[in-house]
């Protein structure tokens, strides 16, 4: 079962390599990880995605804890959450057309006489679906953020 963690750090050298660290040694997969800064300049926030019941989740969150360099942790998984991703998607310009951008809810974000670059922004499930249909159009390159999540109530991941 997919699992989302969030978890605030320190904004310090060697701490992200700390937390992907834990999961090598436990044997644990990210599926998708992604770190920006916070308002706050000495920490950041780390979203990935893994696979596991609710004792490996739990399991995974106690030692992320004990993390020196990690703040809190959130299992969002929880309780109600928003999760989305941002697809970047370039096709030559003549593969799809502007009716087709439309039906599949896609923004441009770059053109030129050669290609198209196009944004989808959705749940991970619908870009995936959207990746199945897009391929018959022949992309020439997909990028995909990973996936970004934030509770539904009014817990927050805050110091």
């Known amino acids: ?33 992604i770190v920006a800064p916070t308002s706050d300049p000495t920490l950041s926030r780390l979203t990935m995605t893994t696979n ?26 929880e309780s109600d959450f928003v999760e989305r991703e941002l697809m970047l998607v370039k096709f030559d310009k003549n593969s799809i057309a502007s009716y087709e951008i439309e039906k599949f809810e896609g923004k441009v974000v770059f053109e030129d006489n050669e290609i198209i ?3 989808f922004v959705g749940e991970p499930d619908k870009l995936d679906k959207l990746v199945e249909s897009l391929n018959t159009k022949e992309p020439l390159e997909i990028v995909r953020s990973g996936s970004s999540g934030i509770s539904s109530n009014s817990k927050t991941l805050t110091i």
Do not use: C, H, W
């Not at 660290?21 to 599926?31: A, K, T």
């Not at 596991?52 to 004990?66: A, P, R, S, Y």
């Open 52 to 77: 596991g019941d609710e004792k490996v989740v739990q399991q995974i969150t106690k030692q992320l804890d004990k993390l020196i360099d990690v703040v809190t942790v959130s299992d969002l998984g």
């Open 117 to 119: 670059n196009l944004q």
């Open 1 to 33: 079962m997919k699992r989302v963690i969030a978890l605030l750090m320190e904004n310090q050298p060697g701490a992200l390599s700390r937390v992907v660290g834990l999961f090598s040694q436990r044997g644990y997969n990210i599926e998708t990880l």
